[in-house]
């Protein structure tokens, strides 16, 4: 007979089973539909309605949960973008990256734009934002993105081709293949100094690869 | 005694001055507070709610019928902006004159979103669009914008950067003063072509001037 403490280590196994469950079938309910029941989670993840609301009070606690893992998953992988070397390199190998996390994630987003609150969309993109600012930042004090307008301008019209890339697609004007490549050129070019030439997206991944 | 013909151009007459009246209040108010309700603008307008209602059948038509005089008298203002000569010199005019009619009429549009359809907003959005259009599309053909990417992206940009600006005075990130200029050369640089220098937009000015 097993020990009060191997029962409680057991059913604590157990609950992080459970809650694995419930956030994988959660993201993937949610990023085919949005508006995925609660019933239609616990389904998918094999557990009760009961013991999904043991672990997430509203729906809207669960799609923050679901949400917050998928932004911090892909603030993992950014994390192991090598930002160093030329900015406008390390901008394009940036844009790639949080490119494949929007795709990865998008429909999950669509999902936290209706049951979240702005404020807590804004704390989870804050560190994502950040490290394009100091992207932003140090091709500014290099010399190679433009200093005539403000580092916040510049920060945020990336962030505005990515969604813009995103309508885009959804409108059936633009090939999700092309969006990555097309957000960088757009991106490098609004950011270069006047009087100085506009890199080619191309011969910059070139000179990376060589 | 005045004969039937007579009282009826008078009736027409006070008619025409009353909905004029009531379009006048209508972008006041409108302006003022997008649910601006329309006793409020019957009142402003100095006629009763039966004479508005006799003029316009609901609020919403009221407020389409506002939004359209406004966007054709911004149109009207935007036919006259010069588009000949150096498309980049061009592309700086057609921003600071499409900016100060988005700043005219701005709130206006705010109230359009609510009570007007995505459709009908997109149909009022299709003249400015297509004088975009013509005007990407002309200096794609003279060499002077990119055509690495699609004019159909460009477009979309240089609307994205406008309704960025609004976005960012909104949040106190962007001086209005400075807004025109900022949109003119974030797409300038965005649109030229790799290997090109980015245009400075003062030089622009300047040599227009000049």
Redesign the interface.
């Known amino acids: 007979m097993p020990s009060h403490g191997g029962q409680r280590q057991a059913k604590r196994a157990d609950a992080r089973r459970n809650v694995r469950a419930i956030l994988d079938a959660a993201a993937v309910c949610l990023s085919r539909d949005p508006d995925a029941s609660v019933a239609e989670i616990a389904r998918t993840a094999g557990v009760g309605r009961v013991t999904l609301y043991g672990h997430f009070a509203s729906r809207a606690e669960l799609v923050d949960a679901v949400v917050t893992r998928a932004i911090e998953e892909g603030d993992a992988a950014l994390d192991q973008v090598d930002l160093s070397g030329d900015a406008r390199d390390a901008l394009v190998r940036l844009v790639e990256q949080s490119w494949l996390t929007i795709v990865q994630i998008g429909s999950l987003v669509t999902a936290a734009f209706d049951a979240l609150s702005e404020e807590r969309m804004r704390e989870l993109h804050a560190r994502p934002m950040q490290r394009a600012e100091g992207l932003v930042e140090r091709g500014r004090a290099e010399g190679v993105f433009?200093t005539?307008?403000?580092a916040?301008?510049l920060v945020?019209?990336l962030h505005?081709?990515m969604h813009?890339a995103a309508?885009?697609i959804e409108a059936g004007?633009?090939a999700p293949a092309e969006a990555a490549t097309?957000i960088a050129?757009?991106a490098l070019?609004?950011?270069?100094?006047?009087?100085?030439?506009?890199?080619?997206?191309g011969?910059l991944a070139t000179r990376e690869r060589s």
């Open positions: 433009r005539d307008l403000s916040t301008w945020g019209t505005r081709l813009g309508a885009e004007r633009l097309t050129a757009t070019a609004a950011f270069t100094p006047p009087g100085r030439p506009v890199p080619e997206v011969a």
